[in-house]
T-cell receptor, first 118, second 112 residues
Framework: AQTVTQSQPEMSVQEAETVTLSCTYD???????LFWYKQPPSRQMILVIR??????QNATENRFSVNFQKAAKSFSLKISDSQLGDAAMYFC???????????????FGQGTRLTINP | DAGVTQSPTHLIKTRGQQVTLRCSPK?????VSWYQQALGQGPQFIFQ???????QRGNFPDRFSGHQFPNYSSELNVNALLLGDSALYLC???????????FGPGTRLTVL
């Protein structure tokens, strides 16, 4: 079974600075998807960024980018120019590539609470 | 384009009661997954519905059951509620082969 570990329960950063959230995962599969979701106090889980494991190029979405290290099974999220609205719980998640037999569930880590200091 | 919607927003029940939570998927999506998120934890997969059938199930007892309707909307039913069932219940929708799940705002269930 796949597992996802986020070793930083809490992180804080000054507004406009850069912060990196860590995520490691364990799997025996060679192809899969990885995600970062953001959950603000409003509770809505919002997709931040996604990465296909077969792509060597790291995904980027505006101020958000990932450092995907497949061999190390590491998937960190970098937030540049942090803004007050970035404050939230951030969850790393894993999903198998679709097949009729594979579980299509998302496997989540425990989350990292990010605080932005003005 | 409407996103994933869930109802109700909050719910308070007592032990032993039964509860039904509802979810409407994002337009164009045909697959619905349910997750339970205990306070301070990451979401845990309950089950997934496609073509009105339960396709996959996580490690949850039979007290948790569901249904999917022809319009792809879904219900989560929990019988014989326990205090430990208190959690945020999240619904996520996707296409059958699409790899991204989009989440609704959740239903906060409190069991007293």
């Amino acid at each position: 079974a796949q597992t996802v570990t986020q070793s930083q329960p809490e992180m804080s950063v000054q507004e406009a600075e850069t912060v990196t959230l860590s995520c490691t995962y364990d799997t025996s599969e060679s192809d899969y998807y990885l995600f970062w979701y953001k959950q603000p106090p409003s509770r809505q889980m919002i997709l931040v960024i996604r990465q296909e494991a077969y792509k060597q190029q790291n995904a980027t979405e505006n101020r958000f980018s990932v450092n995907f290290q497949k061999a190390a099974k590491s998937f960190s999220l970098k937030i540049s120019d942090s803004q007050l609205g970035d404050a939230a719980m951030y969850f790393c998640a894993y999903r198998s590539v679709f097949t009729a037999r594979r579980a299509q569930k998302l496997v989540f880590g425990q989350g990292t609470r990010l605080t932005i200091n003005p | 384009d409407a996103g994933v919607t869930q109802s109700p927003t909050h719910l308070i029940k007592t032990r032993g009661q039964q509860v039904t939570l509802r979810c409407s998927p994002k337009s164009g999506h045909d697959t619905v997954s349910w997750y339970q998120q205990a306070l301070g934890q990451g979401p845990q997969f309950i089950f997934q519905y496609y073509e009105e059938e339960e396709r996959q199930r996580g490690n949850f007892p039979d007290r948790f059951s569901g249904h999917q309707f022809p319009n792809y909307s879904s219900e989560l039913n929990v019988n014989a509620l326990l205090l430990g069932d208190s959690a945020l219940y999240l619904c996520a929708s996707s296409t059958r082969t699409g790899y991204t799940q989009y989440f609704g705002p959740g239903t906060r269930l409190t069991v007293l």
